[in-house]
Every structure is written in structure tokens, then in C-alpha cells.
């Protein structure tokens, strides 16, 4: 059971780097203008509401660890974004 319910947070985890990959990329790639500091802070919303609610899914899927179907299928996933394969 603990070690179902740590690889289940591991996802979390990985949820919040692969979330934080992307805003890098995001930013490195926006054009900014004399707003920037705007623009930055709308990109950021925009991706931190993105992030929350792909986590709440996550939760909601894998009924927090117990659906273990789901938590192997989410693994998967994890495995193929971590290695810049697409969604």
C-alpha cells in the first residue's frame, strides 16, 4: 500500500515538472513586447491552470492511488512525456 500510494504522489511530481518544462518553453518562445511583465504572468496563469487541472484528473482517474488500472495507464503516460514523446 505505501509504495502504491508514493508512486501514485511520484505522479504529482512528475505532473509539476513536465508543467514546469513547458511554462520554460512557453516563455523562452512568447515574443514580448514592452507588456512583458503582463505577458509573463498571463502565460503563467494560463499554464498553471492547465497544470491543476490535468492534476485533478489525475486524482479523479486513479481515484488517488486505489484504481489501479488507471494509475498503470497514467505511468505510462508519465514515462512517454518524460522522454519528450508527445501526449
Known amino acids: 500500500l505505501i509504495a502504491r500510494v508514493i508512486n501514485h504522489e511520484q505522479g504529482h511530481f512528475y505532473l509539476a515538472h513536465i508543467a514546469a518544462n513547458k511554462l520554460e518553453k512557453n516563455l523562452s518562445n512568447l515574443k514580448y513586447t514592452s507588456n512583458y511583465k503582463e505577458e509573463v504572468k498571463l502565460k503563467f496563469r ?41 501526449r
Open 46 to 86: 494560463e499554464l498553471t491552470l492547465e497544470y491543476q487541472k490535468e492534476d485533478k484528473i489525475y486524482d479523479s482517474e486513479t481515484n488517488h492511488s486505489s484504481n489501479l488500472k488507471a494509475q498503470e495507464k497514467w505511468d505510462k503516460r508519465f514515462k512517454k512525456l518524460l522522454n519528450g514523446e508527445p
